[in-house]
């Protein structure tokens, strides 16, 4: 039956809502399996990440390998860190900032290298001695 309010109506029978509801939930019910077993459908984000994940899972054949991360940190290495942790969102924001700046630049730096190699000849002279 509809009320006075146009786009809204009420419902008789609340029981008969409630079936109704659970016979539209279990009709969204997918039966379909999503693995991952085929990378066409379900391709990695990143290139190699599942292997190297896998390479560092514990296993007991595993247990051995050293992990490149787990050396002991120098107290130089140990000071640096403590300096990072104590630095606010904002000083950290602008610390990550400063070492995009930097990267940048060394690409830049090592861009100007690499033209300066061609206008040289030294790729070409390399492959002549090999």
């Known amino acids: 039956?509809?009320?006075?309010?146009?786009?809204?109506?009420?419902?008789?029978n609340p029981e008969q809502e409630s079936e109704d509801l659970e016979d539209f939930g279990?009709?969204?019910?997918s039966m379909e399996?999503?693995?991952?077993?085929?990378?066409?459908?379900?391709?990695?984000?990143i290139?190699?990440?599942?292997?190297f994940i896998n390479n560092?899972?514990?296993t007991p054949q595993s247990a051995t390998k050293i992990i490149p991360y787990s050396k002991e940190l120098s107290q130089e290495e140990e000071n640096y860190l403590q300096q990072l942790a104590s630095l606010s969102t904002s000083g950290l924001v602008g610390k990550v900032?400063?070492?995009h700046d930097i990267a940048y630049q060394l690409g830049v730096?090592?861009?100007k290298e690499v033209t300066r190699g061609k206008y040289l000849n030294i790729f070409n002279r390399m492959k002549r001695n090999k």
């Open 1 to 12: 039956m509809a009320s006075e309010k146009p786009g809204s109506f009420q419902q008789e």
């Open 26 to 29: 279990s009709s969204l019910l």
């Open 33 to 45: 399996n999503l693995d991952r077993t085929s990378p066409e459908l379900w391709p990695e984000k």
């Open 47 to 51: 290139p190699g990440v599942t292997e």
């Open 56 to 58: 560092f899972q514990s």
């Open 97 to 99: 900032k400063e070492l």
């Open 109 to 111: 730096e090592e861009s």
